[in-house]
């Protein structure tokens, strides 16, 4: 019997050759730069489930990440090194932080863990805001435009990127490791029980979101050409990661993809029309999610064709 085709690979190959035709079809520059918006926040969401939805820690710090790998961009650009100097030092920085950060507070438990992360993230940032001499302050760096690359090559780099990620998303979740996660998701003490390192697991879980939301800023920085403390260390791009988790479908695939781009747009709608009520918007959206589905925007589409599929069946019966 032939195996079946992966689901999963069929929807990211048909994504993969759609996004690619996007620079292709000579679009406008807002919207070649929404797209990329779209592809970068989902790298960020699906980084960012790793950790909080596979392994069930409810991370508010990420965006410390973002911060780093956009300063590497700038620092390393403006100190004129190739553009593919920064992603390099994006991944072996932030894998260092995230050891650093992570023996200690994966230790804690509870809102203890996230208060945690959300203390080193303003700590991160506060740093970077009075490190003048390489930071630029408070006013940030501009990047050499000389020295980047063309928002084309961006665009493909980032869509690279969110194909790793969809990619190391299936394949953690469907190995042993991604059971591990999920165990100690479940239930903490029970896997540790059965000789799951809970310490050791998170810590890669860690790296993974790391690596991957480092690049992301990385990249990111490139394509706008300027970091600012305040906007790459923001503490809104870190709770944004937890909305598009969490309103998309934590804990599965897809689910972080769904609610990167219905936040994004969401997002860039109300700041144009109604920018006082975004942030209201946000959180009535999350409630109303949580309560109709806990398993967010994939669950309830998941729900309505199971519904019309039965529907369907019943009038053929009949």
Not at 70 to 96: F, K, Q
Not at 284 to 296: D, F, H, K, T
Request: with cysteine.
């Amino acid at each position: 019997m032939k195996n079946k085709p992966d689901k999963n690979i069929i929807l990211l190959l048909t994504l993969t050759i759609i996004l690619s035709l996007v620079p292709i079809i000579n679009l406008n520059s807002y919207i070649l730069f929404l797209f990329f918006t779209l592809m970068n926040f989902s790298v960020m969401s699906i980084a960012w489930n790793v950790i909080g939805g596979f392994a069930g820690q409810l991370h508010f710090g990420a965006a410390t990440f973002y911060g780093i790998g956009a300063y590497c961009s700038a620092i390393l650009i403006n100190a004129g090194c190739s553009p593919w100097m920064p992603i390099v030092a994006a991944i072996l920085i932030n894998s260092i932080i995230a050891v650093l950060i992570g023996y200690p507070c994966f230790r804690l438990r509870g809102p203890y863990f996230l208060i945690a992360t959300l203390g080193i993230g303003e700590l991160v940032k506060a740093i970077v805001r009075n490190v003048k001499s390489i930071s630029g302050g408070s006013m940030g760096l501009l990047l050499n435009a000389s020295l980047v690359y063309s928002p084309n090559i961006l665009y493909y780099l980032s869509l690279t990127l969110f194909v790793i990620s969809v990619i190391a998303a299936l394949l953690i979740k469907r190995s042993r490791y991604g059971l591990r996660l999920f165990a100690l998701n479940s239930d903490i003490e029970a896997a540790e029980a059965v000789g799951v390192n809970s310490t050791s697991s998170k810590i890669w879980a860690h790296i993974i979101m790391a690596i991957l939301i480092g690049l992301a800023g990385a990249i990111n920085a490139q394509y706008t050409g300027f970091v600012v403390p305040d906007a790459v260390f923001n503490f809104d791009t870190s709770i944004m990661m937890v909305l598009m988790t969490m309103v998309g479908g934590i804990g599965t695939i897809w689910g972080p993809v769904i609610g990167a781009v219905v936040l994004v747009i969401m997002r860039n709608l109300l700041l144009t029309s109604m920018p006082q009520f975004h942030l209201m918007f946000y959180g009535a959206l999350l409630i109303v999610v949580v309560l109709l589905e806990p398993r967010g925007l994939l669950g309830i589409g998941e729900r309505l064709f199971k519904k019309i599929v039965k529907n369907r069946r019943g009038a053929i019966n009949e």
